[in-house]
């Protein structure tokens, strides 16, 4: 029977956007052919930079070291434009809608997997969730699914348990608590053990995080949707970052709220049937994901062996390996997750994610994976690498400014002899135009993305919830300004996790720290002060060897000398709030005020304990 | 790394037979779902003998006359 295509025109160009189908395995043409684009832009992008630079360096006359730093300019370049295509492809909306169930019949259990987490915080949003939901005409349970190692935390979840159902009653849902007291494959490990024990009680799964909430009418569009699909079978939602309070968190709130849904859109139009999973604020089919998701460990040990800790990820490529389809909706609204605070917290975060995606180097030839699959893969690696190929390029460029050989003025095959005058010098070409093209190019890529969005949400009026047009302008400007100042930080921290994980330093999987907020000065410096060193040894050596480079190196090196005082200033809180503001500062959703409430009344007869958390 | 956890030893929900029946209510149900390990081992490159090659390609060819 053939399927209905649906037409998205973009600006005159027509896509054709994913059919519904079942199970034929095959990716529209549309899609692949956007694929194919997106790949020949950026490796034409890479290849344009990594050309101007070896005409600026011959010109120049740099040592042979620019070809390592043109070459690694080639593949950064192609990574940003890699980016600012999916950015570019994600400003027209999507118009296709998906189809939804009338009537909800699949039974569904809410996956809420912890480990030494707030206990009260974590049972109040399972409250707030099951408040919401109750009188929805659907089963929907819950299933806290505990890790936790210490008994002193064990105690606190036995006492936020006992709240949680007073809290709710008989709501008609039911709630299930189980700790493990081996945590087994963590959250993966988690997940796989309650399938395996009690997954037949439910047709779906609602995977959350311990710091997610779902607004009701999301859970149950969701529900609706999968319902309807019969070849779905992972539904992602896209998550929008809350409760930010410092200038960092706020930030990172902004531009994942501002950006994010125009990237994700961008993304949904190359996803066909392999869409992304991220792990939690997902809706799965429990058959489907039992009979192809039972990860097994890799041979070795962490952190190329061991557990596969970026678990997602190679879900989504198992199920998309089975003939299933995986999506991301990005018109899924109501779904909230919670951000580090800080950056050190974020570097901790990064660097489980590091050695997450680095461990899928040994998935790219696993049998019978889909090729994009591995193109999601190679993105995520590239992701960290490309850090790694900067800090390279950029030592790389230095080193080839070091040994600069002098302008030859009378070069005996091409000098010019004049009647008069004698022989004539040959003054060098002025190859400062390349040098300032290239640079121009690359911050093109890197904001004209951005700005291309801002152009979108004053158009389509969705500046408004940020504030208006002139807000959401000096949100964005400010955002690109503190990223620049943030990024050789950033760099750094990743640079550094490449280094361990590819030393073979297992980070493991350390304890969120969430909520955790201001630092003082001398908490930032513990923690950066072997970037303040290298840059104050950069900056030394570039003023007296290679000054002629020192404004090119200046952007990165001041930042990284002023780490400390970066870290810190930003971990505090943001006063004010008419920038980067988002909707969901001016009018709070309906769930995050009841799980305020909610967590409010609780803390009351609270009492605070300290504990060892175990990992 | 230690954190803070919060205990609620005084809220009225808390008496000891609540908690044990809260406990005992909210045990997960048996209805096991098997789960399989995959295999995320690499293809099998293709292998190649050329003797093999070499009798395919230039060896005797054998018809059946039915």
Not at chain 2, 29 to 40: D, F, G, H, R, Y
Request: one cysteine or more.
């Amino acid at each position: 029977m053939a399927q209905p295509r649906i037409w998205a025109p973009i600006d005159g160009a027509i896509l054709r956007t994913l059919p519904e189908h079942a199970g034929n395995g095959t990716e529209p043409a549309g899609v692949i052919a956007l694929r194919a684009l997106g790949v020949i832009m950026a490796v034409l992008a890479g290849g344009m930079a990594a050309l101007l630079f070896v005409q600026y360096a011959a010109l120049i006359r740099l040592s042979e070291w620019f070809w390592l730093a043109a070459a690694l300019l080639a593949v950064s370049t192609a990574w940003l434009a890699w980016g600012a295509f999916l950015g570019t492809l994600g400003l027209a909306p999507l118009r296709q809608k998906s189809a939804e169930a009338e009537i909800i019949t699949a039974r569904t259990v809410v996956l809420v997997p912890i480990c030494n987490e707030d206990a009260l915080d974590t049972f109040a949003r399972v409250a707030a969730m099951r408040r919401q939901l109750a009188g929805a005409p659907a089963q929907i349970d819950f299933a806290i699914l505990s890790d936790t190692g210490s008994a002193i935390g064990a105690q606190a979840e036995e006492d936020a348990l006992a709240l949680l159902l007073a809290e709710t009653g008989s709501t008609g849902s039911k709630v299930y608590y189980r700790r493990r007291t081996q945590n087994t494959g963590r959250k993966a490990g988690n997940i796989a053990e309650f399938i395996s024990r009690s997954g037949a009680a439910w047709d779906f799964a609602l995977v959350l995080d311990a710091d997610s909430l779902m607004e009701a009418t999301t859970v149950l569009t969701m529900i609706r949707r999968m319902q309807a699909s019969p070849n779905l079978t992972l539904l992602q939602s896209l998550p929008r970052v809350v409760r930010a309070r410092s200038l960092f968190g706020r930030a990172m709130q902004f531009a994942a709220a501002f950006h994010g849904p125009v990237f994700t859109r961008g993304l949904a139009r190359l996803q066909g049937r392999t869409g992304p999973y991220w792990g939690h604020n997902a809706l799965v089919r429990i058959r489907a994901f039992a009979d192809s998701c039972g990860l097994p460990e890799l041979p070795g040990r962490a952190p190329a062996g061991g557990h596969i800790l970026s678990h997602d990820y190679v879900e989504a490529a198992l199920l998309a390996r089975a003939g299933w389809t995986v999506r991301v909706d990005p018109d899924l609204g109501g779904s909230y997750e919670e951000g580090p605070e800080n950056i050190l917290a974020h570097a901790r975060r990064d660097r489980r994610w590091c050695q997450g995606n680095l461990q899928h180097a040994r998935l790219l030839r696993t049998e019978g994976l889909r090729l994009w699959s591995r193109a999601i893969f190679v993105q995520g690696i590239l992701s960290y690498l490309s850090s790694g190929f900067w800090a390279t390029f950029l030592i790389a460029a230095t080193l080839a400014g070091l040994w600069q050989t002098a302008p030859d003025y009378f070069p005996g095959v091409v000098a010019i002899y004049h009647e008069r005058l004698g022989f004539l010098p040959v003054l060098p070409i002025d190859a400062s135009g390349r040098a300032f093209g290239l640079f121009l190019g690359i911050v093109g890529l890197l904001i004209l993305p951005k700005l291309l969005v801002l152009l979108e949400a004053i158009l389509t009026g969705r500046a408004r919830a940020h504030g208006g047009t002139g807000a959401s302008l000096a949100s964005v400007l400010s955002e690109l300004l503190l990223s620049a100042m943030l990024a050789p930080v950033l760099m750094a921290y990743q640079v550094r996790a490449l280094v361990q994980v590819l030393s073979g330093q297992d980070g493991g999987w350390p304890p969120n720290a969430r909520g955790e907020g201001q630092l003082t000065l001398r908490e930032s410096w513990a923690a950066s002060w072997f970037i303040t060193l290298t840059g104050a040894a950069g900056l030394a050596f570039s003023a007296t060897m290679v000054p002629q480079q020192l404004p090119w190196l200046l952007p990165v090196l001041l930042p990284m000398l002023l780490a400390p005082v970066l870290i810190a200033w930003t971990s505090k809180p943001a006063r004010l709030r008419t920038v980067y503001a988002t909707p969901e500062e001016s009018d709070q959703p309906a769930i995050l005020e009841l799980h305020d409430t909610i967590l409010s009344r609780w803390r009351q007869h609270a009492v605070p304990v300290r504990a060892a958390a175990v990992a | 790394m230690e954190k803070t956890v919060t205990l609620v030893p005084d809220h009225p929900s808390l008496e000891a037979n609540m908690r044990k029946t809260a406990a005992d209510a909210t045990a997960l149900p048996e209805a096991p779902m098997p789960m399989p390990t995959q295999s995320l081992s690499p293809a099998e490159p293709p292998s190649f003998s050329f003797r093999q090659w070499l009798s395919r390609a230039f060896g005797p060819r054998l018809t059946v006359r039915s």
